[in-house]
Nanobody, 119 residues
């Protein structure tokens, strides 16, 4: 599976961004596709995930209500809609795929897209 992430950028606090992650090749092996983020000096953390078949969604508790993950199976693309962004959301966002769990076991990653939220 190859993943291509896009949609990051610079936004003011309170603004919105939508990230996209397009998958190609080996789609049959995907069980979950998710987003993680890594801020400078911090570990990569789980943001959200969606089950490829069925569309069940999973979120980090702290982000529920502001972030929404969705998918377009026809386009093999997963989206992360981020609303009411805060400076602490600044990070590199990575999409990944897991053949098993929504929260772990991710074995394929996209290149990352930078999200910067100014105060």
């Amino acid at each position: 599976v190859q993943l291509q992430a896009s949609g990051g950028g610079l936004v003011q606090a309170g603004g919105s961004l939508r990230l996209s992650c397009a998958a190609s090749g080996g789609i049959f092996s995907i069980n979950h596709m998710g987003w993680f983020r890594q801020a400078p000096g911090k570990e990569r953390e789980f943001v959200a995930a969606i089950r490829w078949s069925g569309g069940i969604t999973y979120y980090a508790d702290s982000l529920k209500g502001r972030f929404t993950i969705s998918r377009d199976n026809a386009k093999n693309t997963v989206y992360l809609q981020m609303n009411n962004l805060k400076p602490e959301d600044t990070a590199v966002y990575y999409c990944g795929t897991s053949p098993r769990s929504a929260y772990s076991g991710y074995d394929t990653w996209g290149q990352g897209t930078q999200v910067t939220v100014s105060s």
